[in-house]
């Protein structure tokens, strides 16, 4: 069945079939079967098309609108854990001391890590003396988003002081040679481990403290998303955040 909202699209620009085909980077024969035949294009591809021809791809195309088909399981999903305090410390240590190329960390507090790992310190050192980029954003403890997570997990005042606590820890990087530690007001849905392509996310749950609420370990693939959308949001918080004086 010809596409006819394609056909009027392309007619009220004065557009041929070589015309589209050349703006989408296909063969003319396919901008052809799109018109008469009715065929739709990937999904990538009519993005294309449609920003082209200035219309709206689900116009053109409202098959596009159906869902995608769920999958059972992600590719970039390594493991799921109930909560956080299923994890043992080695697992974040473990984690960070197989980076090369770059370390996150995004969190309010996450007293845990130095309290468990008192060598913490020393192995971010050594990952930046190797070349890594370190970048650790914790929460400021005098922000209003922190004060309304304290109230939310009922910790009251003691996520701030908690927020102080993280601050001493991290202190002595300070102008350490590849690290970088800033704070952040932003509100924190989940608290994000990176080492290189692979992550530790744990969610934020209203009522629980991150300890008792879910953790997956992401890892890149070609073709996901997940790991990207994570590192994207650390990205923004990291623009937002203010660096730690010495």
Known sequence: MPNERLRVAMTSRGWTHTDLANATGVDPKSVERWVNLGRTPRRVTALRAAEALKEDVHALW?????????????????????????????VFAELL???RRRIDVLVYAAVFLHEAYPRLNDLLRERAAAGCTVRIAIGDADSANVRQRGQEERFGHGIESRCRLALMHYRPLVGVPGVELRTHSTTLYNSLYRADDQALVNAHVWGINA??????????TDGGSMFDTYAQSFDAVWE????VEG
């Open 62 to 90: 409202p098959t596009l609108r159906q869902p995608r088909t769920a999958r059972a399981v992600s590719p970039e999903l390594v493991a799921l854990y109930d909560q956080r305090a299923d994890l043992p410390v080695s």
């Open 97 to 99: 001391a197989q980076a």
């Open 211 to 220: 300890y008792g609420a879910p953790v997956w370990h992401l890892r890149r």
């Open 240 to 243: 937002t955040a203010q660096p």
